[in-house]
Each structure stands twice: as C-alpha cells, then as structure tokens.
DNA sequence: TGTTACATGTAAGCAGTTACATGATTTT
DNA sequence: AAAATCATGTAACTGCTTACATGTAACA
C-alpha cells in the first residue's frame, strides 16, 4: 500500500467522498475552489455538494497529500487566484477509487422517518406533507431526467471540456456520465408514484 | 412558540432527526438507552440509527428540555437502569414535527458519485463494483419488503406494543408503518434494476 | 469459570453548515 | 456610485463515529 505521507495512519473506513469529488472534477480541467463551489451549485446541485469554507481547507490539504499541484495566478491587477490541478498521484489515487467496490453507509432518510409515524396524525395533516414530498421528487426526477440527456447529448460545460482533451471516449463516456443521473431520476421517480398512490388511497379511503 | 428551555436559541433549520426517531419510538413504549440502541440495531438497520454514545447524552437534553422523564431503577440487584418515557410536551413536540412540512436535505449518495466516473475505469472494474452494488440493494429490497409485510400483519414487537394500548386504529397504524418500508423497498428495487441493465449493456455491447 | 448480554457514560476526531471576515473586479 | 460577482480564507457549532472506560447479570 506504501502509505507515506505526513500525517497519520488512515485505518478506519472513511468515506472521504468530497475528497474524489473534487479529484473527479479536477481531472476534467484545472480550477480554483471557487469554480469547484460554482459547479457544485450548478447542475442542479449535482452528485455532491459542499461550501466554500470546506473545499478551501480540503484542497489545501490534498496539495499536503500531493494529490493536486496549486499554482498561484492573478484575476485583473492585484486579486490573488490559485489554479489547482490534479497530479498523477491524484490521478491514481482517483482511478484506484472508482474502481474498487466500497461498502455503503446505511441510509437515513428523514422523510421515511417522518413517514412511519403518520399514523400518529390526522389524514389532512399526512396529506399535506405528501403532497409537498411529492412536487419535490417529481422536481427531482425532471431535473436529475433533463441533466441525464444533456449528458447524453454532450451538451453540459464539463463533458464538452473532457470530450475536447479526449474525444476517443466520447460515446461511452457520454453514456455512462448520464446513466449516473438516469439512475436518480429513477429514484425521484418511484419515491413521487410512491406519494401519489399513498395520496389517492388517502383520498379514496377517509380514515380507513 | 415559548421555547423557554435552558441552554439555546434554536435558530437555524436543523435536521434533529435522531431527536425525533427516540421520541417516536419512546411514544410506543417507555425504554432504556440501551433498548432503544438495540431497536435501532435490529429491524435490519432501521430507518433511523445511532451509537450509544450518541444516544444517552441526547436522552439526558431530551430530559432537560421536557421532551422525556427518566427513572432510575435496577436490573437484578445493583446495576442501574434508567427507564425514559415520553412526556406530554415530548408527545405534542412529535405530533407537530410527524404533521408539518420539512425541507428535504439535498440527496447525497456515494455510489451515484463513484458512478459519474466509471468512464474512467475499465469495464471489468465497472463489472466488479456494479456488481456488488446489485446484489446489496437486492438485499436491501429484500429486506424492506419483508419488515413491511411484517408489519401490514402486525408482527413487530413494537407494532405489537402499540397495538395493545390502541387497538381501534390497528389497520390505519399497520398499513402505514407498512408504506413507509415499501418506499424503502422500491426504491432499493429500481437502483437494484438499474444496476442489472447496466450490466447486460456492458457485457453484451464490451467497450462499445 | 468464562463468555455473552446488559447497562451507562466520556473523549477525541471527522464531515458538514453557518457565521465571521476581507477585499478586488465587473456590471449596471 | 452601487450592486453583483469573483476570490480566499477562519471560527464556532452540530451530528455522527470511533475509541476509551467501567461494571453487573445471566448463561453455558
């Protein structure tokens, strides 16, 4: 494993997403941690997110590691930019990472967890909850669906950047990237049918 | 509003779902801190989980703040064991939070995210970690669908409980505690599907 | 007699959010 | 001239996990 960096001995079974989220990004283009805080928000918040006051500490710290190389520039006269880009240390650190099966934390989901004490409530009470659960995830599934054709189509800002340094690849990546969001379209979709039969019951059935 | 309690302001939107997974189950039947780490535990990782020492200094807050009564007593001759349960206000405090609206959290999913960069790796390694991604949300789905039948028949021990102190909502409880662990389970079922189309693509069409 | 289950806590650290803090550049 | 955007950081706090720490009671 040859683990040497200063630092620490990395035992415990981190999850360190945020970590190869910006590898990730990173290896598609150079970037400062305010490009990183401005793809994160846009996409329609995408696969992960996080705020500046994170991404600014952690880049810092995966230049430590070597994993990314930092280049101080300027924007205008005197505002001061740094460009970080990934190493091939970074490279490998990402590649190895992709492609090794990690075990997944259990999932928690708050709304499952409001769900299961309904039955606590009035029927006007779940309905109205219902109802706002289930525009949120017919929201999500439209947008998770129109990022997964953009995708498809290679017509998102990052992909066109990838597909120019390596047009090659270009179907299976383009394939590829928008089944990643298929696949949470998929989920919005079957958590809003969810909601909308439990909401027709309701309606259907008063009080059982 | 009168949130009078020592200790806080209680201003941001926070999350506080630990908080509301111990009220609702307390609300089913008084417990230790060590019965509800257990409850959590068992049902196959339930919808909401926490170590216990998470879990008893959040019961002593909860304590503080009205929310639950606690009382000392013993197991066998010497050892302590304090027994919590749910006040009024804890009860009234749970009622307002199962019946109101709240913004869901941004999805987060690890997976999607190691997912988006499987153009990177090669289709062996795809193979290997769609794979195992398969085969645990066909258990997960497994899972859920069986706690949920479970549950539509009342067989839980803690459907059990409150079935005993009110027995005339038995179908209204049973059927919703039971929606709840169908929309686990439907949704582990299309990630499960979607991974096993993605398969068939990729072994059936190498390299595109 | 040894192992497992019962039972309750504290301490250290990681991941993430909110708030604090500052300043340059571009656009309106 | 004012507002929005670009740009980089630190501090404080919450939620959660891992590790430390201790002891009783039941069971094989």
Known sequence: MAWGGPGGAATGPL???LK????????????TGYDLKRFFDGSAEWLWSAKHSQIYPLLASLEAEGLVSSEEGVRGEFQRRVVHSLTEAGRAELLSWVGSVHPQPGERDPF??????????GDEEVRRV???YRDEQREAYEAARAHSL???AGETPLI???????PEESGRMRSM???????RAEVARVRWQWAEEYLADLTGDPTS
Not at 160 to 166: P, Q, T
Not at 177 to 183: E, H, L, Q, V
């Open 150 to 152: 953009a995708l498809a």
């Open 177 to 183: 990237k928008a089944r990643a969001f298929a696949a």
């Open 20 to 31: 190869h989220a910006i590898l990730g990004v990173l290896e598609a283009s150079p970037m």
């Open 112 to 121: 499952l967890l409001q769900a299961v004490f309904f039955d606590m409530v």
């Open 160 to 166: 066109k950047e990838r597909l120019r340094v390596r």
């Open 15 to 17: 999850t360190l997403s």
């Open 130 to 132: 219902l109802t706002a």
